[in-house]
């Protein structure tokens, strides 16, 4: 293939990506001033991929971590996004997000286009050490916008702590333990105190 | 240190970051119906990267520069940013930036401050292949973000192409000169249909 028409295919799809910053998810930024939208998302969990690396077991490449993450939102750019929180259809939205990554990840030329699947398939299936850790980041920093927002989408769906520790807990206690006991105290905390 | 008082440190700096994404830009998203912020920007370079690889030199060490990417504008939370083709006083705006660089990676547990600020720094002087490499990612995507929304930046700050090729054509063609090509003959074109 060309040059030039190998590179028309990679900017095909970041530019496609750029969609995402257009999907809105649940959860408020800090402030509470708008919705988090999924590029910045994605942004803040390779950051907190970054950060709380040496909490991940020893057998985690944080490099894989922090690609798989990069590219984990992509699908809703098609898909949308599904808060935890929320009620949804989990069959026909997996469906939806198989669909949207066969389109957008099949933008790139052929050998990146499976890379990028492959990244985005295993932290899907959450089954390697690396996308359990992912799993555990990609949930860790809603908890923190929630609380720094007064509530944000706990408030907006009426959850419980019980509900947290079902729906999030068992998820970030998995791939990140320490960080699980730590941010589960300011949790329990910030709902006493707000009761 | 105690794990629980180590975690706090990072969870400050993780939830400090939350302000990038309050921080906008002068370029435009794709569809022009608002400005990009700081934080979607860092997601986009990041992914910018992880893309464009292969254009880079063999030395390049693609996981640096994604850690880079992550990080470099982080101190626009206290400085702000400086749009390319705006007026600024260049050697205010570093001295700025290097008192954010020491206020927000100081919230880090000090051995991460002291990695996560030599990355910073190692980015800033542009020097080695890692950083140059960045460099060029991080100007190439608000050309195609410009040309997406219709002109963007340029059109707000009545930007040439000369100009473009001056400021932006320079850095990137340092790092990635075959990318260079691509995007330069699509902005050409961009101007020349405009006119
Ligand atoms: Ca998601």
Redesign the interface.
């Known amino acids: 293939m060309k ?2 028409s190998f ?2 295919q ?2 095909a ?3 496609e ?3 995402l ?2 999907i809105l998810r649940a959860t408020p ?3 509470d ?1 708008r919705p ?2 999924s ?2 998302h ?3 969990v ?3 991929a ?3 690396a040496g ?1 991940a077991a020893p057998e985690v490449r944080i ?1 894989r971590v ?2 798989m993450l ?2 984990h939102d992509l699908v809703e750019i098609d898909a949308g996004d599904t808060p935890i929180h929320g009620d949804f259809d989990a069959a026909e939205q997996e469906a939806k997000e198989k669909l949207a990554a066969d389109r957008i990840f099949g933008l ?1 030329p052929a050998a ?1 286009a499976l890379e990028f699947r492959a990244l985005w398939d295993e932290f899907e299936a959450a089954e390697t050490p690396d996308a359990i850790f992912g799993k555990s980041i990609d949930r860790v ?1 809603p908890l ?2 929630n609380m ?1 927002s007064g509530g944000g989408s706990w408030r907006e769906y009426n959850v419980t702590l019980d509900q947290i520790d079902a729906r999030v807990g068992t998820k970030v206690a998995r791939g990140a333990p ?2 699980w006991t ?2 589960r ?1 300011r949790v329990e905390h910030f709902f006493v105190t707000q009761d």
Do not use: C, P
């Open positions: 040059h030039s590179l028309a990679q900017f799809f970041l530019e990506a750029d969609r910053k257009n930024i800090h402030d001033s988090e939208n590029g910045e994605s942004w803040h390779a950051l907190y970054m950060v709380l909490h490099d922090i690609k990069l590219l790139l990146q920093q923190a916008l720094a320490t960080v730590y941010i105290a």
